[in-house]
């Protein structure tokens, strides 16, 4: 069965410097990978999305995931943290093969941006 | 509006009563999910509806809980005999067949006493 763990709950880092949130999969298939941002008091966003094309994916605001088949992983990144980041992300996983199947959320992952 | 609408936006019940959740997706998407999130916590998948297929039941966390979805259209939540370990927001999204973005409502907020 498809699920995903987020390696951290919380992580915090200094305006500027850049941001790793991590998520490890695992999937029967091959499988697509989501990132979803949840600022406060606001509704959730995609921020990009694997599936099976390029498995370096760029997403809004300057971030970017890399899907690496051997590490199961899809860790999201960007380069230099701003104030403005600071939110709960979100790794996703669809279940089931086709285009079709439920999304399985992660836990959270909760950044904290420092001035 | 062209995006997802829940209501109520908030629920104030009573232990033991009866709720219902609705939600009106964005038109035209034939993917509809419900997913429960308490307080500090991740989103918990409850139920799945992909067009005209049987609902993905597998995440309700118990017969208290139902869902339907008429005419492919508006979806109701309905959890019975509430218990205060169901307070939390109760996002629904919808979506276009296939990998497309997931549209999330603001939420139905719900609180037993």
């Known amino acids: 069965a498809q699920s995903v763990t987020q390696l951290d709950s919380h992580v915090s880092v200094s305006e500027g410097t850049p941001v790793l949130l991590r998520c490890n999969y695992s999937?029967?298939?091959?499988?697509?990978l989501f990132w979803y941002v949840q600022h406060p008091n606001k509704g959730l966003q995609l921020l990009l999305k694997y599936t099976s094309a390029a498995t370096l994916v760029k997403g809004i605001n300057g971030f970017e995931a890399e899907f690496k088949k051997s590490e199961t992983s899809f860790h999201l990144t960007k380069p230099s943290a701003h104030m403005s980041d600071a939110a709960e992300y979100f790794c996703?996983?669809?279940?089931?093969?086709?285009?079709?199947?439920?999304?399985?959320f992660g836990q959270g992952t909760t950044l904290q941006v420092k001035p | 509006g062209a995006g997802v609408s829940q209501s109520p936006s908030n629920k104030v019940t009573e232990k033991g009563k009866d709720v219902e959740l609705r939600c009106d997706p964005i038109?035209?998407?034939?993917?509809l999910y419900w997913y429960r999130q308490s307080l500090g916590q991740g989103l918990e998948f409850l139920i799945y509806f992909q067009g005209n297929s049987a609902p993905d039941k597998s995440g309700l966390p118990s017969d208290r809980f139902s869902a339907e979805r008429t005419g492919g259209s508006v979806s109701t939540l309905t959890i019975q005999r509430t218990q205060q370990e169901d307070s939390a927001v109760y996002l629904c999204?919808?979506?276009?067949?296939?990998?497309?973005?997931?549209?999330f409502g603001e939420g139905s907020r719900l609180t037993v006493l």
């Open positions: 999937s029967s298939y091959s499988p697509s």
């Open positions: 996703v996983v669809r279940h089931g093969s086709g285009n079709t199947g439920k999304l399985i």
């Open positions: 038109s035209g998407h034939t993917a």
């Open positions: 999204a919808s979506k276009r067949r296939g990998d497309g973005e997931l549209f």
